[in-house]
C-alpha cells in the first residue's frame, strides 16, 4: 500500500438525501402539535405562505349586500398592476417606512378605549391563573416560624429542607451537607439538633434517611399495635417485604393473626410523605387519527385536519415574480421562498396520505382489537404494513411515532397495535399482549394459600394452549409488578396458633 500525497480523482456512486426528502420525513415524523408549530414557525420565516382561513357562515342577505367601499376585483389588479410597474416609487416608500415608522405604520391605531380593554382582559386572564402549587420545601420553610431557633439551627434547618427528594428523604449524610463548613463535633451536633427539628414537621416522616427511620418517625404512642408495629420495623421489615411471616413467628412469638393485624396497620402509614407534594403534570393528547364504522361494518380512519391550517402560496408574490419591472435580486428572493414553500405544503400533503394509509392498514389487521377488546389483538409487525402499504419501514415507524389513534375503545398510541407473538399448541401465533393477559387471569384465579410458581404457571399456561418457557414467565411476572408465589402466600393460623405447614414453593428470583 502506497502513502503519498497528492490529488486524483475517482468515480463513486453514494446515497445521499435531497433537502426535500430530508425535510418531507421530518414533517411525517411530526405529531399534530409539533406540526402546528412548524407551520407557524414557517409562515414567520416566509412571507409568500399564506393562511387559508375559513369563511365565517354569515345570513344570506348579509353576504348578497354588496359593501360601497369595497373595491372590485379589477381594481385590485390594477393596483397591483400600477404598484409593479412603479417598482421605484414602491421602494421610496419602503424607505419612508422605515425612516419614519411611526407615520407609515399599516395597522391602525388603538383608541383608548381599545387600550383599556385589552389591559381589563390581561388582568382578568392573570387573575384566572391557576396558582403555582405550593412546593414541599416552601411548605416546611413556612412551618419553621413555629420554633424559636438559634440562627445557626436554622440555617442548617433550611440547608436540610433544601437537600430533601420528591419523597420527603434525606440523600446523603450530614457531614456531607456541612462541605468545608464541617470541622468539629459541636458542628455535627448541631445538625443533629436541626435535622431532629425537621423531622418534626408535617408531613409525619419528613427528613428521614432510609425507610425503616421513615415509618419509626409515623409511629406515635398510643395507636393501634404501637409496640408491635415498632418491632416488625425495626428488626424484620425485609420479612414483611418477603412475606416469611413463620420466620417472624419463630423470632418474636407473635402469632400469625397478630402480625396480619399489624400489617393492616403498617399499610396506613406512607412511606413517601413528601410525593404528595411533587406533581408532575401529564401531557395532553391530542388524537391525529380517528377511527370511524361505517354502516358495512368496516372501520375507516379519518386525520385530524381541522387542527391543521390550510396553506397556499400569496397570488400576490406570484404576479411579483411574473412581473418583468420586477429586480433580479428580488425575483431569485421570490423564487427561494416560493420553491421553499411549495416544499412544506407537498411535504404536509405527503404526510397526510403516508399516515392515512398505514393507520387504514393497521386498523384493517387489528378489527377483533377493536371489536371484542384488547386481548384480542393479534401479532403484526412494522414489516408487514410496509409491504402492505408499498413503502420502506423506516417510513412506517416515523408514521406511527409518537402519533395517536382515538377508537371506540379509547385513545391509544399507534404503536400500540405493533407487538410480537409465540406460537400456540394449535399452531396458531399468540401476541404477547394475550400472554400476559392469561397469565393474570391464572394468577388471580389461583389458590392465595397454594400460589403457583413460574414453572407451575408454565404448565397451566400450556393446558390452555400457550406454549412459553418459564424466562419468559419470570419476566412477564415481574414487568406486571407481580410478586413471586412466597409473597403472594396467604398465610393462615393453625389451631395451636402457628401457621400451618401447607409445603412451602420455592422463592423465585
Same mark, same amino acid.
Given at each position: 500500500m502506497r502513502l503519498s500525497l497528492g490529488q486524483d480523482l475517482r468515480m463513486v456512486q453514494k446515497q445521499i438525501l435531497a433537502p426535500r426528502m430530508i425535510q418531507s420525513m421530518e414533517i411525517l415524523q411530526l405529531p399534530i402539535l409539533a406540526l402546528q408549530e412548524r407551520i407557524e414557525q414557517e409562515m414567520q420565516e416566509n412571507p409568500i405562505l399564506e393562511l387559508q382561513e #375559513?369563511?365565517?357562515?354569515?345570513?344570506?342577505?348579509?353576504?348578497?349586500?354588496?359593501?360601497?367601499?369595497?373595491?372590485?376585483?379589477?381594481?385590485?389588479?390594477?393596483?397591483?398592476?400600477?404598484?409593479?410597474?412603479? =417598482?421605484?416609487?414602491?421602494?421610496? !416608500?419602503?424607505?419612508?417606512?422605515? =425612516?419614519?415608522?411611526?407615520?407609515?405604520? #399599516?395597522?391602525?391605531?388603538?383608541? *383608548?378605549?381599545?387600550v383599556e380593554q385589552s389591559a381589563e382582559r390581561k388582568l382578568d386572564a392573570m387573575a384566572n391563573m391557576v396558582a403555582r402549587p405550593q412546593s414541599l420545601q416552601d411548605y416546611l420553610t413556612d412551618q419553621l416560624g413555629w420554633f424559636d431557633l438559634p440562627a445557626e439551627t436554622r440555617q442548617w434547618c433550611e440547608r436540610i429542607i433544601?437537600? !430533601?427528594?420528591?419523597?420527603? %428523604?434525606?440523600?446523603?449524610?450530614?457531614?456531607?451537607?456541612?462541605?468545608a463548613n464541617f470541622?468539629?463535633? #459541636?458542628? /455535627?451536633?448541631?445538625?443533629?439538633?436541626?435535622? *431532629?427539628?425537621?423531622?418534626?414537621?408535617?408531613?409525619?416522616?419528613?427528613?428521614?434517611?432510609?425507610? $425503616? =427511620?421513615?415509618?419509626?418517625?409515623? /409511629?406515635?404512642?398510643?395507636?393501634?399495635? %404501637?409496640? =408491635?408495629?415498632k418491632?416488625?420495623?425495626?428488626?424484620?421489615?425485609?420479612?414483611?417485604? %418477603?412475606? *416469611?411471616?413463620?420466620?417472624?413467628?419463630?423470632?418474636?412469638?407473635?402469632d400469625i393473626e397478630l402480625?396480619?393485624?399489624a400489617l393492616v396497620e403498617l399499610r396506613k402509614l406512607n412511606p413517601k410523605p413528601g410525593a404528595e407534594y411533587h406533581n408532575v403534570p401529564a401531557p395532553p393528547v391530542t388524537p391525529d387519527i380517528f377511527v370511524e364504522l361505517g354502516e358495512d361494518g368496516k372501520y375507516s380512519v379519518r386525520l385530524e385536519t381541522g387542527q391543521t391550517p390550510s396553506l397556499y402560496i400569496s397570488p400576490y408574490y406570484r404576479?411579483?415574480?411574473?412581473?418583468?419591472?420586477?429586480?433580479? #435580486?428580488?425575483?431569485?428572493y421570490i423564487k427561494r421562498k416560493v420553491n421553499s414553500a411549495q416544499w412544506l405544503i407537498d411535504s404536509?400533503?405527503?404526510? @397526510?396520505?403516508?399516515?392515512?394509509?398505514?393507520?387504514?392498514?393497521?386498523?384493517?389487521?387489528?378489527?377483533?382489537f377493536l371489536n371484542k377488546g384488547p386481548e384480542f389483538i393479534e401479532p403484526l409487525k412494522m414489516q408487514q404494513i410496509a409491504d402492505k402499504v408499498g413503502v420502506h419501514v423506516t417510513t412506517v415507524s416515523r408514521a406511527v411515532d409518537d402519533k395517536w389513534i382515538q377508537t371506540s375503545r379509547g385513545i391509544f398510541p399507534l404503536k400500540r397495535f405493533f407487538c410480537g407473538g409465540t406460537m400456540s399448541a394449535d399452531g396458531e401465533?399468540?401476541?404477547?399482549?394475550?400472554? @400476559?393477559? $392469561?397469565?393474570?387471569?391464572?394468577?388471580? $384465579?389461583?389458590? $392465595?394459600?397454594?400460589?403457583?410458581?413460574?414453572e407451575q404457571l408454565v404448565q397451566a399456561m400450556a393446558a390452555q394452549g400457550i406454549t412459553v418457557a418459564r424466562r419468559t414467565v419470570t419476566k412477564y411476572r415481574k414487568a406486571m409488578s407481580i410478586p413471586s408465589s412466597r409473597q403472594r402466600r396467604s398465610w393462615t393460623p393453625a389451631a395451636n396458633g402457628k401457621p400451618a405447614e401447607t409445603g412451602e414453593t420455592a422463592e423465585e428470583e
Open positions: #375559513e369563511e365565517p357562515d354569515f345570513p344570506e342577505e348579509t353576504a348578497e349586500r354588496p359593501v360601497p367601499d369595497a373595491p372590485t376585483d379589477e381594481e385590485r389588479e390594477l393596483v397591483i398592476d400600477e404598484t409593479n410597474h412603479n =417598482e421605484s416609487d414602491f421602494e421610496r !416608500l419602503l424607505k419612508m417606512d422605515e =425612516e419614519w415608522p411611526d407615520h407609515f405604520e #399599516e395597522r391602525t391605531r388603538p383608541s *383608548r378605549n381599545q433544601a437537600n !430533601l427528594d420528591v419523597n420527603g %428523604y434525606l440523600q446523603g449524610r450530614l457531614e456531607d451537607l456541612a462541605g470541622q468539629t463535633e #459541636e458542628d /455535627l451536633a448541631q445538625a443533629e439538633r436541626a435535622l *431532629r427539628v425537621v423531622q418534626k414537621l408535617d408531613p409525619p416522616g419528613i427528613g428521614a434517611r432510609d425507610l $425503616k =427511620e421513615c415509618l419509626l418517625l409515623q /409511629l406515635t404512642p398510643g395507636m393501634t399495635l %404501637y409496640e =408491635e408495629l418491632t416488625l420495623i425495626t428488626h424484620h421489615l425485609e420479612d414483611l417485604e %418477603y412475606n *416469611r411471616l413463620p420466620v417472624i413467628t419463630r423470632r418474636t412469638g407473635y402480625i396480619q393485624r404576479k411579483l415574480l411574473q412581473n418583468p419591472a420586477t429586480s433580479e #435580486e428580488t425575483r431569485e404536509i400533503e405527503q404526510r @397526510r396520505s403516508t399516515l392515512t394509509r398505514v393507520a387504514q392498514a393497521i386498523v384493517d389487521h387489528q378489527t377483533q401465533e399468540v401476541a404477547w399482549d394475550t400472554v @400476559r393477559l $392469561k397469565l393474570q387471569e391464572i394468577i388471580d $384465579k389461583e389458590d $392465595k394459600q397454594h400460589p403457583l410458581s413460574d
